[in-house]
């Protein structure tokens, strides 16, 4: 598959190196990148073709996903709107509503809004993805098999679920990254070395998420099974239930929904 990235920022390189990983030969991957730094290392690590800016180029291309931010989303469609005819245009943006690319592309329909994870680097990424009834199944399945080689894929009805996505799984790795940061440094402050308080950290997080996903266990169950009557993970737990930790992260993670819906607003007007 000849896919075309346009932005070859921190989320692109991930895919990209996802890709390369399971086989995607560099020489069929195009990244339009105005960057000279990050044209050269993409170039470097993966072997694919980094330009800066649109051409003819980008016409070949199966899959063209739109991965620049959302505030310069509108200028990155206009920018390629003279080479869009043969491609399913994907868009990983956060907030950007198919409506608006839509128009920002003359009115082409053939448009997925997905949205991956940096762990697609890792390939174990997890993708939202939704199209608009209309959008044949042919580019439906041509998104899924390129965010399917990164991770798993999840569907949804309704492009609204997309906002939740992002705040799940999209900006979740950083939840994730925040809670290890914060166990590896409570483990320094009980007096553990550095790289040992790290090595801990990191395999606790690793072991939970493996055994939630290969016994697949209701997590409340898990954590029951650690949880001794009157022991340490009680007190533990204890603490966290008084702090209101959990509606805490609900509340964060609802904040993060809201911003989506808000970029949806500031950066899809005309
Ligand atoms: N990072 C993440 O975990 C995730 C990000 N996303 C989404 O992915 C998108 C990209 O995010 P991320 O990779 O983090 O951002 P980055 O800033 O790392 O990457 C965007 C890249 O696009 C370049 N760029 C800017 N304008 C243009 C243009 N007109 N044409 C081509 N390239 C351009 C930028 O160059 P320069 O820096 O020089 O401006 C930059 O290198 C966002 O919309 C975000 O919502 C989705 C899921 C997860
Ligand atoms: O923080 C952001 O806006 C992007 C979208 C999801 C992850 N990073």
Redesign the pocket.
């Known amino acids: 598959m000849k896919v075309a990235f346009?932005?070859?920022?921190?989320?692109?390189a991930a895919i990209v190196g996802g890709l390369v990983a399971k086989g995607t030969r560099g020489e069929d991957l195009l990244v339009?990148?105005?960057?000279a730094k990050?044209r050269a290392t993409l170039a470097k690590d993966y072997g694919v073709n980094a330009v800066e800016a649109p051409g003819e180029e980008l016409s070949h291309a199966e899959a063209i996903v739109l991965?620049?931010?959302?505030q310069?989303m509108r200028?990155?469609a206009a920018?390629i709107k003279p080479y869009v005819n043969r491609a399913v245009v994907i868009s990983?943006?956060?907030g950007i509503r198919l409506g608006d690319l839509s128009r920002w592309l003359g009115g082409y329909a053939r448009l997925v809004r997905t949205?991956?994870?940096?762990p697609a680097l890792v390939h174990a990424g997890v993708t939202g993805l939704y199209a608009d009834p209309a959008v044949s199944e042919g580019d439906r399945r041509l998104a899924d098999t390129l965010m399917n080689a990164v991770g798993a894929t999840v569907w949804f009805d309704k492009e609204t679920d997309l906002d939740a996505v992002v705040a799940v799984s999209?900006s979740g790795p950083a939840y994730v990254f925040f809670a290890m940061e914060s166990l590896e440094a409570a483990a320094r402050e009980l007096g553990l070395a550095p790289e040992k308080a790290r090595t801990l950290a990191l395999w606790t997080f690793v072991g939970a998420a493996k055994l939630a996903i290969e016994r697949n266990e209701d997590p409340a169950k898990l954590r029951a099974n650690v949880t001794s009557k009157g022991g340490t993970t009680e007190r533990a737990i204890s603490v966290m239930e008084a702090s209101y930790v959990r509606e805490k992260i609900m509340e964060a993670v609802k904040a993060a929904a809201q911003r989506s819906r808000e970029l949806g607003d500031e950066f899809g007007k005309d």
Do not use: F, L, R
């Open positions: 346009i932005g070859g920022g921190n989320m692109a339009v990148e105005p960057n990050a991965a620049v931010k959302p310069v200028e990155a920018s990983i943006a956060a949205m991956p994870n940096t999209g």
